[in-house]
């Protein structure tokens, strides 16, 4: 992983040519990838600092072939997916996909298609979301690129979860987890989420449970704070589930406070919603009001 400081000093010419050269045998590609790994890392741990990281990345690429602009747009995009703010991580997408589209590049397309088709199925447009992510997932499986073939197959298996196509879903997540398993792959608790959410809606709350706990411990292990924030919300929502309010409740506070030290917004949003609908189940009718008046200053 390049460190956020080690990315600020690159912004120097001459320190940056001197560690592609030392650092990577002067592959610049080999650069981008390991700066978009490290990015990705850096967005299941803390978004504040993968903002500034974005920010050091146009620094950065100033001194980069034009070639690579595409892939700083989709970084910020990312980061937009991120934070719940997908019409404008949309709108850098499009704009990367449309560079590659002019530079002749089907890979880079079908790269930003592993995205686009979690953008367009969380704005609902989820037929759109499908056609890219099919037509992605044949690129890479006739290349017989496994690891960008099992991203595709988590995504369309989350669009098919929210089309509540469960048994659909559960096969594509099933095939992307035994890949990234054969890789040893950092995304393989992210496909447990998925699975373990499906598994919640098909009633089989003790297998869900057992998946986010393992994700939770996973994500712990390798410092990804943010998403094991949303391992414990998952497991908070399973409390809620099960009637055990009282240890629901306590569970979202803490998924809310961390939440707002992580400076995900859409985290805490959608704990403060949750513990807002157990004490309407409960009766606690001011409580709810406080709890909506934070939601909506």
């Known amino acids: 992983m390049i460190e956020l400081s080690r990315l600020i000093a690159l912004s120097n010419r001459k320190e940056l040519e001197k560690f592609i050269s ?13 700066i978009d790994v490290s990015l990705v890392k850096l967005l299941k741990t803390d978004f504040k600092t993968a903002w500034q990281y974005i920010q050091s990345v146009g620094g950065v690429f100033q001194h980069l072939p034009t070639e690579f602009e595409p892939r700083r747009l989709a970084m910020i995009g990312r980061y937009y997916v991120h934070i719940g703010e997908n019409k404008k991580a949309l709108q850098y997408y499009l704009k990367g996909v449309g560079l ?20 367009y199925s969380k704005l609902g447009n989820h037929k759109k979301a499908l056609e890219i992510g099919k037509a992605s997932l044949q690129y890479f499986q006739r290349r017989k690129m496994e690891l960008d073939s099992s991203h595709l197959l988590n995504n369309i298996g989350l669009v098919l979860y929210r089309t509540d196509r469960h048994r659909q879903a559960m096969k594509y997540l099933d095939k992307a987890q035994k890949i990234m398993q054969k890789h040893k792959s950092f995304q393989l608790p992210f496909v447990m989420l998925n699975r373990a959410n499906v598994l919640c809606e098909m009633h089989m709350i003790r297998k869900a449970r057992g998946l986010y706990e393992k994700a939770a411990a996973i994500y712990h292990e390798y410092k990804m704070h943010v998403s094991e924030n949303k391992a414990y919300y998952a497991l908070a929502y399973i409390l809620f589930l099960e009637d055990r309010f009282t240890e629901s409740i306590r569970l979202f506070e803490k998924v809310y406070e961390r939440s707002k030290e992580l400076s995900d917004p859409v985290g805490a949003a959608n704990a403060l919603l949750d513990m807002a609908e157990i004490n309407i189940q409960l009766n606690q009718y001011s409580t709810t009001i406080m709890l909506a008046d934070q939601i909506i200053p």
């Open 22 to 34: 030392e650092g990577y045998s002067g592959d610049t590609y080999r650069f981008v990838q390991d």
């Open 100 to 119: 590659f589209k002019k530079a002749g590049s089907a890979y880079g397309v079908a790269r930003l298609g592993k995205s686009l088709i979690e953008i």
